[in-house]
């Protein structure tokens, strides 16, 4: 069974349009992150949620929507997509609670975005 | 602000021989460190991580870290290295709900 999975594993698609990523994870693990790894392989983090609630937006863009509709799930939907959005996109999970970083993060296999 | 440098790109070392994988972090309070193992076109795995206690940690694969305090430094290490070691490496501090990684390092492996 996989413990982090995300859908599509690879997406090809034209600048301007909106696309969405999907995660899930079998963990029961209270907080999801989104990273973007860009073609340097620096991996960067994007967002994180904790039981569904939004607890850090690092900088990143409007035109990156992250929904959690249930804390085994956090979707990132990207409007608009620029060449520079390509890159790889990897989900994680953890058990942390009440802002106490002290657990592993669990990744997903990756998301390789391509912007033409 | 907490940073991760990793000095070497890439390394290259022969089959069977020592590895070390340098790691320097820089971070206010007591880091909370790990190193993670990307293998081409595949997700992170994480090898081994440092909260507190032994600052000699043991990981999987055949894999340790040790923290120094003093100098910053939790590198990565292993006796013998395999064909199947080859892969990138990431050095990662936890930060308040966040990883901040290193720019990683490239391991190749020669027979």
């Known amino acids: 069974d996989t413990a982090v999975s995300q859908t599509p594993k690879y997406l090809v698609t034209q600048m301007g349009n909106d696309k969405s990523i999907k995660c899930e994870q079998n963990l029961g693990h209270d907080t999801m992150y989104w990273y973007k790894q860009d073609s340097k392989k620096f991996l960067k983090i994007m967002f994180s949620y904790n039981n569904k609630e939004l607890i850090i937006n690092e900088t990143v863009p409007n035109r990156f929507s992250p929904k959690s509709p249930d804390k085994a799930h956090l979707n990132l939907h990207i409007n608009s997509l620029e060449l520079g959005d390509s890159a790889v996109y990897f989900c994680a999970s953890s058990q942390d609670r009440g802002g106490l970083y002290q657990e592993t993060q669990y990744f997903g296999p990756g998301t390789r975005l391509l912007v033409l | 602000a907490q940073s991760v440098t990793q000095p070497d790109i890439h390394i290259t070392v022969s089959e069977g021989a020592s590895l070390e994988l340098r790691c320097n972090y820089s971070?206010?309070?007591?880091?909370?460190l790990f190193w993670y193992v990307q293998s081409p076109g595949q997700g992170l795995q994480l090898l081994l991580k440092?909260?507190?206690?032994?600052?000699l940690v043991q990981g999987i694969k055949g894999f340790e870290a040790e923290f120094k305090r003093s100098q910053s430094s939790f590198n990565l290490r292993k006796p013998s290295v395999h064909w199947s070691d080859a892969a990138e490496y990431f050095c990662a501090v936890g930060a308040r709900n966040k990883l901040v990684f290193g720019a990683g390092t490239i391991l190749r492996v020669k027979s």
């Open positions: 971070y206010g309070a007591t880091p909370y």
């Open positions: 440092y909260f507190s206690g032994d600052t």
